[in-house]
């Protein structure tokens, strides 16, 4: 049989039906917990937001609610975004960063931590422009990024504040590469001392798409989530907690004068969910981070370490990393952390190029991190064995899971929270005899102190209880930046 079609022409037609199913699905997107979805004439002057977000933990931002219009504040970088109702009459308020018409149409998002934040709320069908788009981990947004939303050309700057315009609003951290700042609206989630504050900033997002209700339902349920885990860990394991330290390398290089350095990192938000998840911290004279100038300071405050997580960008696998701290031969090393094999890297998720998870759903679901964490502390705490989300032991040699297009099953529906649900799950109690405690003090206190030389160390911290801020700048910056750098920013 003669067959009508041509193969060009079959291909324009595939084509052509693929849009139009695109099409259709991005118009049938739910308008379920979004409010006020249409504009209004300008002498409106009823409630038109009855739902109100308000702010249980995060400290960066505010929410004042009017009318016709919310005030909208960043309290970390004292900018103030005035989100008035389309077709509403803009209204007079004084010192104001930007004026955003709401709900958003059409968005953008540089950093990756705003662009897991749209989609966790379902509203990744506004959005028009990707920064940081190859490192990227998310399958829908990957998806989405082949043919419906445009990467930010940052090597072109007329290029990028031509996309930027298109917007109703850009999200962006302070110091990106936005060029244009009439609809520039800055995040600083990563500047919050709790994993719990950091989450809240839903609530921040929803704002600006009338999604009140979808941002309070779903951080409520982290909220509740993490809390579960929290009280749960603390009953069975508050007698029995590994130390855990979050450490780096960095290599010589010519962006450090050629010297390589170790740090440990003590961030406020690691501290706090390092201790709801049954576990110690090890703390480095209460200082944000602390960089050592030669490994055997640097091992000889891992002493009484249990667990280790590396968070340098040089040490992919196990032999590397001993390699990299100065450890020879690990059999004869005497660190709990070596002999038990507890050594993790935040990187079991990751692109095809590279990026990694780790800097984008453990920022929106707290309760998914700290489930994650006490699957480190307390391997066993589930019957059959607890199989991580973003961490992977190096020591066992776990695999890296490369997530693709392909495993996006419907790119916008909301951001599915990656977390177990905790009252179903049956807390397994500490087995002290266990070859996971065999060398694991049984203390009850919050973190492990050890008292840096000053002759040992290049600096001991800016702040006590600070943020991993430089570690959050890495999803703006991934792709752009040598490695070295990236090694020397993570952990500070």
């Given at each position: 049989m003669k067959l009508w079609y041509s193969t060009t022409s079959l291909a324009a037609l595939l084509a052509l039906l693929n849009a139009g199913a695109m099409a259709a699905t991005n118009d049938t997107v739910s308008t379920a917990g979004l409010q006020s979805t249409q504009c209004v004439s300008s002498t409106e002057s009823t409630d038109l937001y009855p739902t109100k977000s308000k702010v249980k933990y995060a400290t960066g931002f505010s929410i004042?609610?009017?009318?016709?219009?919310?005030?909208?504040?960043?309290?970390?970088?004292?900018?103030?975004?005035?989100?008035?109702?389309?077709?509403?009459?803009?209204?007079?308020?004084?010192?104001v960063s930007a004026f955003i018409p709401v709900p958003v149409k059409s968005s953008a998002a540089w950093a990756t931590t705003a662009a897991i934040f749209l989609e966790a709320l379902g509203v990744q069908n506004t959005v028009k422009n990707l920064g940081t788009a190859p490192s990227l981990v998310s399958a829908c947004l990957q998806e989405l990024l082949k043919d419906v939303i445009e990467p930010f050309n940052d090597s072109n700057s007329t290029d990028t504040d031509h996309q930027e315009q298109k917007n109703?609003?850009?999200?962006?951290?302070?110091?990106?590469?936005?060029?244009?700042?009439?609809?520039?609206?800055?995040?600083?989630?990563?500047?919050?001392?709790?994993?719990?504050?950091?989450?809240?900033?839903?609530?921040?997002?929803?704002?600006?798409?009338n999604a009140e209700e979808r941002a309070n339902k779903l951080f409520d349920s982290i909220d509740a989530n993490y809390q579960c885990f929290a009280t749960k860990a603390e009953k069975e394991y508050d007698d029995i907690r590994p130390v855990i330290a979050w450490t780096s390398y960095a290599?010589?290089?010519?962006?450090?004068?050629?010297?390589?350095?170790?740090?440990?990192?003590?961030?406020?938000?690691?501290?706090?969910?390092?201790?709801?998840?049954?576990?110690?911290?090890?703390?480095?004279?209460?200082?944000?981070?602390?960089?050592?100038?030669?490994?055997?300071?640097f091992l000889r405050a891992l002493r009484d370490v249990d667990i280790v997580i590396d968070e340098s960008f040089v040490s992919y696998n196990y032999s590397t990393l001993l390699k990299n701290y100065g450890i020879a031969d690990p059999k004869q090393a005497n660190y709990s952390w070596?002999?038990?094999?507890?050594?993790?890297?935040?990187?079991?998720?990751?692109?095809?190029?590279?990026?990694?998870?780790?800097?984008?759903?453990?920022?929106?679901?707290?309760?998914a991190l700290l489930q994650d964490l006490i699957g480190v502390a307390h391997p066993?705490?589930?019957?059959?064995?607890?199989?991580?989300?973003?961490?992977?032991?190096?020591?066992?040699?776990?695999?890296?899971?490369?997530?693709?297009?392909?495993?996006?099953?419907?790119?916008?529906?909301?951001?599915?929270?990656?977390?177990?649900?905790?009252?179903?799950?049956?807390?397994?109690?500490?087995?002290?005899?266990?070859?996971?405690?065999?060398?694991?003090?049984?203390?009850?206190?919050?973190d492990l102190v050890y008292d840096v030389s000053k002759s040992e160390v290049i600096n001991d911290g800016s702040s006590s209880h600070s943020n991993d801020s430089a570690a959050a700048r890495l999803t703006t910056s991934l792709v752009a930046g040598a490695l070295a750098v990236l090694s020397a920013l993570a952990m500070l």
């Amino acid at each position: 049989m003669k067959l009508w079609y041509s193969t060009t022409s079959l291909a324009a037609l595939l084509a052509l039906l693929n849009a139009g199913a695109m099409a259709a699905t991005n118009d049938t997107v739910s308008t379920a917990g979004l409010q006020s979805t249409q504009c209004v004439s300008s002498t409106e002057s009823t409630d038109l937001y009855p739902t109100k977000s308000k702010v249980k933990y995060a400290t960066g931002f505010s929410i004042a609610y009017h009318n016709t219009y919310k005030v909208v504040e960043n309290r970390s970088t004292n900018n103030t975004y005035v989100l008035y109702q389309c077709g509403s009459t803009k209204p007079t308020v004084k010192n104001v960063s930007a004026f955003i018409p709401v709900p958003v149409k059409s968005s953008a998002a540089w950093a990756t931590t705003a662009a897991i934040f749209l989609e966790a709320l379902g509203v990744q069908n506004t959005v028009k422009n990707l920064g940081t788009a190859p490192s990227l981990v998310s399958a829908c947004l990957q998806e989405l990024l082949k043919d419906v939303i445009e990467p930010f050309n940052d090597s072109n700057s007329t290029d990028t504040d031509h996309q930027e315009q298109k917007n109703d609003v850009v999200f962006n951290m302070p110091g990106g590469q936005d060029t244009n700042t009439t609809n520039t609206v800055y995040s600083t989630e990563y500047l919050e001392t709790s994993a719990l504050g950091r989450s809240e900033w839903v609530k921040f997002f929803g704002a600006f798409f009338n999604a009140e209700e979808r941002a309070n339902k779903l951080f409520d349920s982290i909220d509740a989530n993490y809390q579960c885990f929290a009280t749960k860990a603390e009953k069975e394991y508050d007698d029995i907690r590994p130390v855990i330290a979050w450490t780096s390398y960095a290599g010589p290089t010519q962006f450090n004068n050629n010297t390589a350095y170790w740090q440990i990192s003590f961030a406020s938000y690691k501290y706090d969910i390092v201790r709801d998840a049954g576990a110690r911290m090890l703390n480095t004279t209460g200082k944000q981070s602390t960089m050592f100038s030669t490994s055997p300071a640097f091992l000889r405050a891992l002493r009484d370490v249990d667990i280790v997580i590396d968070e340098s960008f040089v040490s992919y696998n196990y032999s590397t990393l001993l390699k990299n701290y100065g450890i020879a031969d690990p059999k004869q090393a005497n660190y709990s952390w070596v002999a038990t094999g507890r050594v993790f890297r935040p990187d079991r998720i990751q692109s095809t190029s590279g990026g990694l998870g780790w800097f984008e759903a453990p920022v929106a679901f707290a309760d998914a991190l700290l489930q994650d964490l006490i699957g480190v502390a307390h391997p066993k705490f589930v019957k059959d064995g607890y199989k991580h989300i973003w961490f992977r032991n190096l020591a066992k040699s776990d695999p890296v899971t490369v997530v693709t297009a392909g495993d996006c099953t419907d790119m916008y529906a909301p951001r599915k929270n990656p977390a177990g649900s905790c009252q179903l799950i049956d807390f397994q109690s500490a087995n002290p005899s266990d070859s996971d405690y065999s060398d694991v003090e049984q203390s009850r206190t919050h973190d492990l102190v050890y008292d840096v030389s000053k002759s040992e160390v290049i600096n001991d911290g800016s702040s006590s209880h600070s943020n991993d801020s430089a570690a959050a700048r890495l999803t703006t910056s991934l792709v752009a930046g040598a490695l070295a750098v990236l090694s020397a920013l993570a952990m500070l």
